[in-house]
């Protein structure tokens, strides 16, 4: 019994192919490798809705590891966290 092959059309680029498997979506391997940087990079941009810990305002962070809206409100709890550790 030979392996069933179809005809298909690649999400990514277009491209008509043979596809060796029922299920396959894509040409090759760098346009699969394409989708799953692109799902990737989507899945890390939603997870940026943060809120400020400072004024409480949403805001998008511009870095994985951003946790502040501005840098006003970045520097008013770093000197609220180090005069409070100051003795008088």
Known sequence: MSPVTTQRT???????FIAAKAHALYCSAAC???????????????????????????FVATRSDGLYCSNACRQAMHRRRHHAERPA
């Open 10 to 16: 690649c999400e990514v680029c277009g491209k008509t």
């Open 32 to 58: 699969k490798r394409t989708v799953l940087l692109r799902r990737r990079h989507a899945a890390g941009r939603q997870r940026r809705h943060r809120r400020c810990p400072r004024c409480g305002n949403l």
